[in-house]
């Protein structure tokens, strides 16, 4: 007990410079709460504990002490103030020809963006395995019970990766496609890569007829991360209509993308929007926000059956500089009937 006092009192300093300057917290408080979560490491408290639940944010004081808080309600006033900044950024749109490059060019645009950032600008989505359970390794059946999992534009593997590492399934087959051949190129050159449960190729699909290496009904989970958004409205539906396709009876897509009014739809700048709600970023390549609702009517209108339908509305700080960052996405599961 005495060296773990010891231990607390020498890093009593780096505590006092971790603790937020708007807060009212003693010092005597804050090393209770650290003896009672039993955190000492250096991330001081930045991710959430294992097991923990949502992180709410109750007490405005304490905003800095995490960097994201869970389930986060909106006032009036920040709602119409996210609605002004969308009016403001949409006022002016892009002309025809300039939506027509592109989306037609959009498979050079993703091509210059792995080429410039390789493997190194998104991170393995551990994450998905707590959001979406279902990814998770299924043991129990591994040598009575074939698993097939499809990732739509799966671009480097961030998702595929964590799903192959953590499951020894000598009968699971993972799918994956893009329309970036640089993406696909990358993904395959990884260590990590494994041919003998992976298959990953070049597929655009907007396309009204998928060239895929599996049958329709076949696939247990089709999975879609930030990728709906990434295409141009009008196409959306056709692609969701090809993910009821594959899915066999019973057969679970899982979809996370960007929400209406999420903070990156508020920061761009006007001039970039092509149409309501979808923009072009820096590097060419477009995003979508959606709304809960649209999505609903989206699946819903394939024949798919909602089982979960979430609005997740996430604060993020950045303690250093004292900002807090709103961050709207939406999560859902649909099960194709059997």
């Known amino acids: 007990m005495l060296a773990t006092m010891r231990s607390a009192l020498s890093s009593a300093h780096v505590c006092l410079r971790m603790m937020p300057t ?18 000492w490491e250096h991330t001081r408290l930045r991710k959430k504990p294992s097991g923990a639940g949502d992180r709410i944010l109750t007490d405005a004081s304490e905003v800095f002490q995490f960097n994201a808080w869970d389930h986060v309600q909106w006032d009036t006033e920040q709602e119409e103030a996210a609605q002004a900044a969308v009016e403001k950024n949409s006022t002016v749109k892009m002309s025809d020809d300039q939506r027509e490059r592109f989306q037609s060019d959009a498979p050079k645009f993703w091509n210059s963006f ?21 990814l998770a390794p299924n043991e129990a059946n591994d040598k009575t019970q074939p698993r097939s999992i499809f990732e739509l534009g799966c671009g480097v593997g961030n998702t595929i990766f964590p799903i192959l590492e ?14 970036s051949e640089r993406a696909i ?44 958004s990434a295409i141009e409205p009008s196409k959306m539906q056709r692609v969701l ?58 699946f819903s209108k394939t ?8 609005v997740d509305r996430r604060l993020q700080v950045n303690r250093g500089r004292g900002l807090k960052m709103y961050r709207v996405w939406i999560q859902t599961k649909f099960r194709k009937p059997l």
């Open 241 to 298: 209509e090809n993910c009821y396709r594959y899915l066999k009876p019973g057969g679970l897509l899982l979809f996370r993308d960007y929400g209406r009014y999420d903070l990156a739809q508020l920061r761009f700048k006007s001039g970039k929007c092509l149409e309501d709600n979808f923009y072009v970023r820096g590097d060419g390549t477009m995003v979508y926000f959606f709304t809960d609702q649209e999505i609903r009517d989206m």
């Open 22 to 39: 708007c807060s009212n917290i003693t010092l005597g408080k804050y090393l209770e709460r650290r003896f009672a979560s039993k955190t």
């Open 166 to 179: 953590l499951s020894s399934e000598t009968q699971l087959r993972v799918y994956g496609c893009d329309f």
């Open 185 to 228: 190129e990358i993904l395959r050159s990884q260590r990590q890569f494994d041919a003998k449960r992976c298959e990953v190729f070049v597929m655009d699909a907007t396309e009204d007829q998928w060239q895929v290496p599996f049958e329709e009904n076949s696939q247990d989970i089709i999975v879609m991360i930030f990728v709906l």
């Open 114 to 134: 792995y080429g410039i950032h390789d493997n190194g600008f998104f991170k393995d989505r551990h994450w998905l395995l707590t959001e979406f359970p279902e």
């Open 303 to 310: 024949g798919l059956k909602e089982e979960q339908l979430i």
